[in-house]
């Protein structure tokens, strides 16, 4: 099997961020907030450090 | 007797469980979501269940790594913890011959730390099960 590096942040983003909001909030609706919160955090960092990187590079 | 607890002004939660805290982590560990299966939680277990064993595959689909004791290095011994953190699922990779000993592609990189990272999760969904088992956690 084999998936984009893109693809691998999605899932990553989306499996990390559902047990962050489970296990990190109390109530339901909180819950689903921290974790559209952790998701969104997850992959607008990752392209962040990506372009970070590309401006970088030698 | 339930009661609810202000999370705005930090006082302590004083709903309890029937259910052991003890036997509430330790069945998390094992088996991811178990825990708060055994506290009624049936909707959180089998997300944490999905999310945890769904990403556990993807790694070893991915043919990441799956860490062994006693190499020598302390990263592999990190790593080790971190896959042991999936309880059952590590064991059963393990018997089972999953995963790859060296990485061979870049993708097979990120197969590692997803299997890491879902070992890592599911100790952090076990202790969340402790957590409300004990009331210290609300709800």
């Known amino acids: 099997m084999t998936i984009s590096h893109f693809s691998a942040v999605l899932l990553f ?24 919160l ?12 990506s372009w970070a990187m590309w401006l970088i590079k030698p | 007797m339930p009661a609810e607890a202000d999370g705005k002004t930090g006082s302590k939660a004083t ?9 509430a982590l330790l ?17 959180r277990a089998a997300l944490l269940c999905a999310s945890i064993v769904t ?8 043919a990441g790594k799956v ?5 020598g290095e302390p ?15 590590y064991f059963l990779a393990r018997m089972l011959g999953w995963g790859q000993a ?10 590692t730390k997803f299997i890491v990272v879902a070992g890592l999760l599911n100790i952090v969904a076990a202790v969340d099960a402790h957590s409300l088992a004990s009331g210290r956690k609300p709800s």
């Not at chain 1, 983003?13 to 559209?36: C, D, H, W, Y």
């Not at chain 2, 709903?15 to 036997?23: A, E, G, K, N």
Request: glycine share 12%; aromatic share 12%; net charge neutral.
């Open chain 2, 67 to 71: 860490y062994t004791p006693n190499t």
């Open chain 2, 27 to 43: 069945a998390g560990w094992l088996v991811p979501g178990a825990g708060h299966a055994l506290l009624g939680k049936w909707i």
């Open chain 1, 38 to 49: 952790c998701f969104a955090l997850f992959v607008v960092g990752t392209i962040a450090a």
């Open chain 2, 75 to 89: 990263l592999d011994m990190l790593g080790f913890v971190g896959d042991l953190g999936a309880g059952l699922l």
């Open chain 2, 55 to 62: 990403m556990f595959a993807i790694g070893i689909a991915l």
């Open chain 2, 15 to 23: 709903t309890t469980s029937s259910v052991s805290p003890t036997l």
């Open chain 2, 102 to 111: 060296p990485v061979l592609i870049a993708i097979a990189d990120y197969g």
């Open chain 1, 13 to 36: 983003s989306l499996f990390t961020s559902i047990v962050f909001g489970i296990t990190q909030r109390a109530e339901p609706n909180k819950m689903v907030r921290f974790g559209a």
